[in-house]
């Protein structure tokens, strides 16, 4: 992605995930924005059919969809949206990336979801290597995805591979050494 896509990629971010309202938008109740009043709400930052479709191919992570002229983002909201995702079978380890100074909270109360809708997790330690390293020194803890699923926990696939569940108790989760 060149920096136009990428500056791009974070506005539809911060307009599809957090605040359409920064431009008058409003997104229906699974998320998704017209995209013809996405380019005429877009007034300070430039929005084309062309660019959009460019971004959502392009996207290095596959942040968003287009269908029947809407777009919307694949996960990452903290507004509340349902994105209509269902419940399917983890596999038997999940990972979780953070940041070494919010160890000590995460160890006395799990994962929680803070500003997002659901915790995220990655299926690969690569992958949660890169989200744990935009906040600080890495950890990786390793989440028991088998045990929490056998116990009726709820988790759901984004259509971009991302893992999202409600919250990780202590009991599931374990430092990566
Ligand atoms: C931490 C990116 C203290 C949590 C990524 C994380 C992801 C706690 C931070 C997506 C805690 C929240 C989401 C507790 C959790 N005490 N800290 N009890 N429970 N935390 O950004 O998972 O590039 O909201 O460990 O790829 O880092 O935007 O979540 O460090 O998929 O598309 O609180 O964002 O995607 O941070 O990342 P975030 P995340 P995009």
Redesign the pocket.
Known sequence: MNNKLKTTSKFL?LILRHQPEKIGLELDSNGWAEINELIEKSTKVKLTQELIEEVVVKDN?Q?FIIKDGKIRAN??HSINIDLELEAVEPPDILY?G??TR?LE??MK????K???QH??LSKDIETAT???K??GKVVILEVDAKKMFEEGYVFYLSENG?WLTDRVGVEFLREKL
């Open positions: 971010s992570k942040r996960q990452g979780h953070t940041a919010f909270s995460i109360e799990g994962l929680t803070q500003s997002r915790v995220h890169m989200v744990g935009r906040h991302v």
